[in-house]
């Protein structure tokens, strides 16, 4: 392999491996965003049940 076969695998791995660490990123994106939507839709879940057991406790 001479240089300029070296370089153009070189620069087409560190291409490659780039654009596969942009996805990663963008999925970990869409994960914590996932993961904070859950996350207030157990706490809106937990505020119902609770002000439904109150209103049980006073009846």
Same mark, same amino acid.
């Given at each position: 392999?001479?240089?300029?076969?070296?370089?153009?695998?070189?620069?087409?791995?560190?291409?490659?491996?780039?654009?596969?660490?942009? &996805?990663?990123? /963008? #999925?970990?994106?869409? =994960? *914590?965003? &996932?993961?904070? /939507? #859950?996350?207030?839709? =157990? *706490?809106?879940?937990?505020?119902?049940?609770?002000?439904?057991?109150?209103?049980?406790?006073?009846?």
């Amino acid at each position: 392999m001479n240089l300029q076969e070296f370089e153009s695998q070189y620069r087409n791995n560190m291409d490659e491996a780039l654009n596969e660490l942009q &996805t990663a990123i /963008l #999925l970990l994106a869409q =994960v *914590q965003n &996932t993961i904070s /939507l #859950l996350g207030s839709y =157990v *706490q809106s879940l937990s505020q119902t049940v609770e002000e439904y057991i109150n209103t049980q406790n006073l009846e």
